[in-house]
Structures are given as C-alpha cells and as structure tokens.
C-alpha cells in the first residue's frame, strides 16, 4: 500500500506539472548532475531492477523468482494422473496468458496511435508509462483483472508475473533512442527468460506441484490466505 502511494501520488504530480508546465518537467529530466543526466539515472535504476529479476541469487520474490529452482519445493510426486491434470491446468491458463497477450497488443497499438496523430508527444508517451506502472502496483495491491481473465489465484502464482515491464514498458518502442530500446529490449529479455523456464519448468510455477506456492506456505499477507486459515 505505501508503494502504491509512492507511485500514485509520483504519477499525480507529473500530470499535474504536464498539464501546467510541460517545459519544467522536460527539463527537469534533462537536468544535468555532474556527468549524468536525471534521465541517465531513471535509466540506470530500471535497468538495475531489471537485471535484479533476471539474476537467480538477486530475485527474492517467489511471484516473480519462481522461474528458479531455489523457489521450488516438491509438494507430490509426478505420476500419469498428476501429469495429466497438470497439462490440463497448463492449457487453462495459458489459453487466458493468450487471451492477455492480445487485448495489451491492442492498448499498446492504441496508444502507438494516438502518438502518431499527435493527440500527444513523447512526454505523453512517459506519462502513460507511468500510468502503466502505477496500474502495476494497482493490481499487486488492491485489484488484479488479470487473474479473473487467467485464472490465478494471486501474484505469487501469476502465469505472466514478469510480463509486468514489457507491458509497461512497449510504448517507448514509439520514441526510439538508445535510453528507451535498450530499456525495451530488457524488458524483452526477461520475457524471453521468463517463458522458456516456464515450458521447461512448468511444475515450478503451479502450487500443483510446488509447494512454496502454497497459501500455508506464503510469507504475504492477503485476505485469500486469510480467510483460508483463519478457522
């Protein structure tokens, strides 16, 4: 909740700064400090987070570390029948990942046109990601759509947990520069690392068979759980 503040109340008063005196904002990003730019370090940071998801001894978070062994704990042994009702749940939830795919593609090729008609410049473009990642938080805290349209039961067990960034992040694909495609092409990777572990490692990513996914097991505190054992 405080993150979501942090974020929300950042979000709040770059719109307002946008809408009153986009200049400022602009040059408060270009601002210089010593060799760097306020932009270089916004750069740096995301970058650095992004590195920190892809790292297995950096990633400490099970909902977006699950991908590595150390956030795997065998919960049943894989027999015909278990296997059988993990691809069902597999096809399941990847049919609702699809179904995600698709309508962002769709919010991303909306946004891409209303830059191109100059309904807004780059800095609208920076202001919907940040959007973005305020509706990020949005979902880990309060509210997620992704799990009604997926069928998860929460973050630490979200099919597309590490999508996150490059739903986030696509837009700056529409204001190519060094800064924004490499900022886009990691996001890309993590992506790409995200999935390849998942359909090598599928058990490591369902409470079916990892039992760190476990509600009981569960370092978070959230009303699911809570209600689960509070009899």
């Known amino acids: 909740m405080v993150k979501l503040c942090i974020k929300g109340m950042i979000l709040l008063a770059c719109l307002v700064v946008a809408a009153i005196n986009p200049r400022f904002l602009n040059a408060f990003f270009a601002y210089r400090i010593a060799f760097f730019n306020v932009y270089h370090l916004f750069w740096l940071a995301i970058v650095l987070i992004l590195v920190k998801r892809m790292t297995p001894s950096l990633n ?136 390849y572990q998942y359909h090598a490692h599928p058990e490591r990513f369902f409470e079916f068979y990892n039992e760190k996914l476990l509600c009981r097991n569960c370092s978070r505190r959230c009303p699911k759980k809570e209600s689960r054992f509070s009899h």
């Open 60 to 195: 400490k978070d099970i909902s977006s570390g699950k991908i590595f062994r150390r956030h795997y704990g065998a919960g049943r042994e894989r027999t015909p029948a278990a296997e059988k009702k993990l691809a069902s749940y597999v096809g399941k939830i990847n049919r609702g990942a699809l179904r995600v795919a698709f309508s962002w593609a769709l919010v991303i090729a909306a946004t891409g046109l209303l830059y191109y008609f100059r309904v807004f410049g780059p800095l609208g473009i920076f202001m919907v990601v940040l959007f973005f990642i305020f509706m990020d938080q949005f979902c880990v805290t309060l509210w997620c759509p992704f799990e009604w349209i997926i069928g998860n039961k929460c973050c630490s067990a979200c099919r597309i947990n590490n999508w996150g960034y490059l739903m986030a992040f696509a837009p700056l694909l529409f204001i190519p520069s060094f800064w924004t495609l490499s900022v886009a092409a990691l996001s890309v990777a993590v992506v790409v690392q995200w999935e």
